[in-house]
């Protein structure tokens, strides 16, 4: 069995990859949200326009996985940016209990519009990495997540 990274003779939560995680995002969170205070879209719905620009998402539930919200509260989401003509609804050919998502042309110019103000924060946050720093962090990044996503969540048993 190959070395395991973290023991508990050595282990520290804020060295924990997790933590560092959720802190970032507790962080980034109020910090974005405030970069849009002044619109009238959201830092949420911006995701969710992104999430559907990107091809991320197709469904309201994929944006509700995708933001860690519930249905009922996407659903809510994606009414608002369906009344502001941001997005439409269309039932799957194939499968008609499916409703896909997609941007309107309105919707695509406000996700690319709204653009600068997160990737103004994360660039005065990545302000003293070095462009390669940036990339790496960011491939690393990349890698942890295809790891998360590709593993199943089972209860795993206790190691010694």
């Known amino acids: ?4 990274y973290y023991r508990t003779e050595t282990f520290k939560a804020r060295k924990s990859v997790g933590y560092l995680i959720r802190r970032l995002n507790n962080l980034t969170i109020p910090h974005a949200q405030a970069r849009f205070a002044d619109q009238e879209l959201t830092f949420t719905h911006w995701i969710a326009l ?3 620009r990107d091809g991320i998402s197709r469904s309201c539930s994929d944006i509700a996985r995708h ?8 659903t809510r989401l994606i009414d608002q940016l ?8 269309r039932r799957d050919a194939a499968d008609r209990r499916v409703v896909n998502l997609s941007l309107t ?6 996700a690319t519009a709204l653009m600068p103000r997160t990737m103004e924060f994360w660039n005065d946050m990545l302000d003293g990495f070095t462009a390669a720093e940036a990339t790496t962090l960011i491939d690393l990044l990349t890698r942890l997540l295809a790891r998360m996503e590709a593993e199943p969540i089972t209860a795993a048993p206790h190691r010694k």
């Open 1 to 4: 069995m190959a070395k395991r």
């Open 50 to 52: 992104m999430s559907l």
């Open 67 to 74: 933001l860690g919200h519930d249905t009922g509260a996407t």
């Open 82 to 89: 369906e009344r502001r003509g941001l997005i439409v609804r």
């Open 105 to 110: 042309a309105a919707g695509h110019a406000v």
